[in-house]
């Protein structure tokens, strides 16, 4: 038995889960769809299966965001405002999730899951082609700040679906083509990623073990995944994901609520 009580057979499995959410999250985002799903029905209590899915999310984020970043996807330099405003979000977040109790949690999660996976579904990305950073003004960093905030607000009270829903509305915001966009998107997801996990240790909400594990399994798919996207795009992986999001996440739905 391990900890927690998992056996060696679910621990395979939560491995194997958060390899394949690696590489999806590093291709079209959305992996802690599958991770916290996972994570919740191995038995976890709502606040340490997002605590540990913040520590395994760190490892695919980074590790798919440097991939961007040497593939001259991304700049750091122009999205400052950005980073700063998503780390105070994604703080806030998690500091708000901390204290709602885990009665509502076990409610409130597949909830959100079940929406994210829906809004996925219907979202129209536009298909932009411009590779061009717009021109930096007040107008755009206003723009930054509130998105940074917003979705680091989510990410740090929940998760699932943050780089989904940055690279949706990068590509919105910034008319950016979806590779651009997927940049931005891995590294805000690290970014909201890392600092919540940070608040996530000092509140003591962490599977060391299953996290460190699950992590090493997710920097392997995000690897893998970063390079596919850079070479065929998102939208081959999207109706299968989007099927076993609903699958997992209806069960835990009918779990939590009948």
């Known amino acids: 038995m391990l900890e927690l009580g998992l056996e060696p057979s679910v621990f395979i499995i939560l491995c194997s889960v958060a390899l394949l959410a690696g590489f999806i999250d590093a291709i079209a985002g959305g992996g802690g769809l599958l991770t916290v799903p996972a994570l919740l029905s191995a038995g976890l209590p709502p606040h340490l299966a997002l605590g540990t899915n913040k520590l395994a999310a760190s490892f695919g984020s980074c590790a798919a965001a440097i991939t961007f970043y040497k593939k001259r996807l991304f700049d750091p330099r122009f999205w400052l405002q950005s980073f700063l405003f998503t780390a105070i979000g994604a703080v806030s977040g998690t500091f708000f999730v901390s204290i709602i109790s885990t009665a509502w949690l076990d409610k ?16 129209k990305s536009q298909n932009h082609t411009n590779e061009e950073l717009p021109e930096e003004n007040d107008k755009l960093r206003l723009r930054q700040r509130l998105q940074g905030y917003i979705i680091g607000f989510y990410d740090g009270a929940a998760g699932p679906g943050t780089g989904a829903f940055w690279t949706v509305s990068t590509m919105a915001l910034y008319r950016l083509n979806i590779l651009m966009a997927s940049g931005v998107a891995k590294a805000m997801n690290f970014t909201s990623n890392f600092t919540s996990l940070l608040t996530f240790i000092y509140l003591g909400h ?32 999207r109706p299968l994901f989007i099927t076993v999001v609903i699958i997992i996440a209806a069960k835990l739905a009918y779990q939590a609520w009948f």
């Open 108 to 123: 409130l999660l597949p909830v959100i899951i079940l929406f994210t996976a829906v809004y996925s579904i219907f979202s």
């Open 206 to 237: 962490i599977n060391w073990y299953l996290g460190l594990s699950m992590g090493l399994s997710i920097m392997c798919g995000a690897i893998i995944g970063a390079h596919t996207a850079i070479h065929f795009g998102a939208k081959f992986i």
